[in-house]
């Protein structure tokens, strides 16, 4: 199974700040790699999918990167409704797997 | 517009069963593989079980290996999951989900809005 590891678990910041969100695999992956965001109450929301591309409707301050076994989510600058869980999710092997999540939350 | 609806959920006994359903609207049924997705209170998501667009594969994760079946009628529309054996960790919120492409690993862009599951004496 590949775990995926995501740091860090809280990440404190205001609006407009840019927010950097890791995802390390136990193994590589190439570049099957989505993020997700869920807000309390919610069903969570594709972001990025194959690790850097866009989900449709998903804004330009979101952005994918890193293949093999290291990723990362940047917002560029926070907006009010960015305050919210993600999650990655690999779809290279399975089980498809996620990571325990990164808590992005109002400084 | 693609819509996916949860139901089915509730509370139910140690060793219990319980048969969840999702039915969906706004795109062709038969032509996407669809899954099941959970998340425990408090906790992350956790992939379940995920059915080809023509029923001939099945994958499960190996918590629910044995206990649970992922089936689907074309007919109507409608995903199921069902649960044998249920346990105490098998409590958590059940959602639905539709990949956004017909690729059967594709990342989910639809979902439902869950059904909760307790399983408890």
């Known amino acids: ?107 | 517009e693609v819509q996916l609806e949860e139901s089915g959920g509730g509370l139910v006994q140690p060793g219990g069963s319980l048969r969840l359903s999702c039915a969906v609207s706004g795109f062709t049924f038969s032509s996407y593989a669809l899954s099941w997705v959970r998340q425990a209170p408090g906790k992350g998501l956790e992939w379940v079980s995920t059915m080809s667009a023509t029923s001939s594969t099945t994958y499960y994760a190996d918590s629910v290996k044995g206990r649970f079946t992922i089936s689907r009628d074309n007919s109507k529309n409608t995903l199921y999951l069902q649960m044998n054996s249920l346990r105490a960790e098998d409590t958590a919120v059940y959602y639905c989900a539709k990949p956004h492409r017909t690729t059967v690993t594709t990342p989910w862009d639809y979902w439902g809005q869950g059904t909760l599951v307790t399983v408890s004496s």
């Open chain 1, 1 to 107: 199974e590949i775990v995926l590891t995501q740091s860090p678990a809280t990440l404190s910041l205001s609006p407009g700040e840019r927010a950097t969100l890791s995802c390390r695999a136990s193994q590589s992956i190439s570049s099957h790699l989505a993020w997700y965001q869920q807000k309390p109450g919610q069903a969570p929301r594709l972001l990025i999918y194959d690790a850097s591309n866009r989900a449709t409707g998903i804004p330009a301050r979101f952005s994918g990167s890193g293949s093999g076994t290291d990723f990362t989510l940047t917002i560029s600058s926070l907006e009010p409704e960015d305050f919210a869980v993600y999650y990655c999710q690999q779809r290279s092997n399975w089980p498809l797997t996620f990571g325990g999540g990164t808590k992005v939350e109002i400084k």
